[in-house]
């Protein structure tokens, strides 16, 4: 049984993301198959900004330790854990239960952050399935950038999606998930479209090897240049963090039996036809992060490649998550925003 009987904890109070405030919560005793582990960074999704606001689902239990991406070291392990030691630098999964094979709904209970307490925490016991080890070389700020972002941008391209070489892939913008299958997409070997609204992002996502960069404020018919610069054939793999507001879009430009991965509805609410999904065979999916077993499929990529995150310039301490969110929520940030302990 572990000595250490509490921690300092970050807690949502209220549906108002100023309103996270640090407290002294006990830590539930080490079960023979647990493992607790010291959070040493921490990094955000649009997903906290949702849950903080009220907007994700209200009827979360409050107050809750938001966030579901931290990496941390291991300080003390079970009687009957056998895959970590004392020592090991690991991160949590995104799904507790969510081991392997394909999702189903009640593993959605176990989203960190969410209906169980998340990793804004100093510490936190996990179960062993729960956690994976990061990959070699990885900094714990690296590592805290893996659980959601790269780990849907893995699921849509190379699990539930079966991108090929030399096939085509169109990301947007430069948040986590686009920029993380920007770079698997490069490695690879396919060519690659990206959109942002400014030309030194879009210069960044070429420079991250993407092949064509299009400015959607300056020319706000993207998909029509997509569609110039592929013969009219379209792209193969769209990785679709817009929503509803890009989706008719992305549907024009798809190639025919092309795959749309719906990720994330930053460009709010909109319309579009599910005829032309008929009509061009479009397979449409929804991309909910993965699995452990996808984590750790990654993670051998992410070693073989040399892959490393983009990570914004501007990193908060634990204790400034609220102001981290309004950093994030204001879209001033490029890449992944950590939050270090």
Not at 11 to 25: G, Q
């Amino acid at each position: 049984m572990t000595v250490l009987t509490k921690t300092r904890a970050y807690r949502l109070t209220d549906f108002d993301y100023n309103k996270i405030s640090p407290a002294d919560v006990d830590l539930p005793p080490l079960g023979p198959t647990d493992v607790l582990v010291e959070i040493k960074a921490a990094s955000l999704n649009y997903r906290d900004f949702l849950i903080a606001s009220g907007l994700y689902n209200p009827s979360f239990k409050l107050p809750l330790v938001p966030l579901s991406d931290g990496a941390g070291q291991v300080v003390e392990t079970g009687s009957r854990v056998t895959s970590f030691k004392p020592g090991d630098r690991v991160a949590g999964i995104f799904m507790q239960d969510w081991a392997a094979g394909p999702i189903r709904g009640p593993f959605g209970k176990s989203a960190l952050g969410g209906e169980i307490d998340g990793v804004l925490q100093n510490h936190r016991v996990f179960p062993e399935t729960g956690l994976v080890k990061l990959p070699q070389g990885y900094s714990f700020e690296e590592g805290a950038a893996l659980p959601c972002a790269a780990v849907t941008a893995w699921n849509a391209l190379f699990e539930s999606g079966s991108l090929k070489p030399g096939q085509s892939v169109l990301v947007m913008g430069t948040g986590g998930v686009s920029l993380f299958a920007l770079q698997f997409a490069r490695a690879a070997g396919a060519r690659i479209f990206a959109t942002s609204s400014k030309d030194d992002r879009l210069a960044m996502l070429a420079s991250l090897g993407a092949h064509h960069t299009i400015n959607y404020v300056k020319n706000p018919d993207w998909d029509k240049e997509i569609l110039d610069a592929t013969d009219g054939a379209g792209v193969d793999h769209i990785i679709e963090v817009g929503g509803a507001g890009t989706l008719p879009r992305s549907i024009n430009c798809v190639a025919a039996g092309g795959e749309i991965s719906v990720i994330g509805v930053l460009a709010g609410m909109g319309k579009f036809d599910p005829i032309r999904v008929l009509m061009k065979a479009i397979r449409l999916q929804g991309i909910f992060v993965g699995s452990r077993e996808m984590f750790e499929n990654m993670n051998r990529a992410l070693e073989t490649h040399g892959i490393k995150p983009v990570i914004d310039k501007k990193v908060f301490g634990a204790g400034e998550a609220s102001a981290g969110i309004d950093y994030m929520k204001n879209g001033s940030h490029t890449g992944k925003i950590i939050l270090r302990f």
